[in-house]
């Protein structure tokens, strides 16, 4: 959950900062699918992180 959650909020970042700075719709593709990825993997690894302490 911590990973959809992650990449959602990814998407939402990258979209409002393509339009933030006058993106087009490419832009605001390449901004979400970026942040995603980012977001994405701070949320793997927080999930490993969480599940190793919680053993």
Do not use: E
């Not at 959602?8 to 006058?22: D, E, H, L």
């Amino acid at each position: 959950m911590i990973v959809i959650s992650a990449i959602v909020i990814g998407v939402i970042w990258g979209v409002m900062s393509a339009r933030r700075r006058g993106g087009n719709a490419k832009d605001l593709a390449q901004y979400a699918a970026a942040h995603a990825i980012a977001f994405g993997l701070v949320g793997v690894i927080v999930t490993l992180i969480v599940h190793r302490l919680a053993l």
